[in-house]
């Protein structure tokens, strides 16, 4: 199982799990990137209170 920064998208990483039960994310970077990622876990239903993020300016 993948615990260390994901590469190459946000999609591939959830693929490459499985499973998106016990999935936390933790995000941190541009604002444009973080915003971006925000919609593609909350699209992939990673519920909000297990994404913790940072932006960067």
Known sequence: MHFGPVTGGINPAIKEL???ENLQ???????GMID?????LAEQSIPADRIFHEKIH
């Open 18 to 20: 499985g499973s998106i």
């Open 36 to 40: 971006a990622a925000l919609v593609m």
């Open 25 to 31: 994310a933790s995000l941190r970077g541009p604002p």
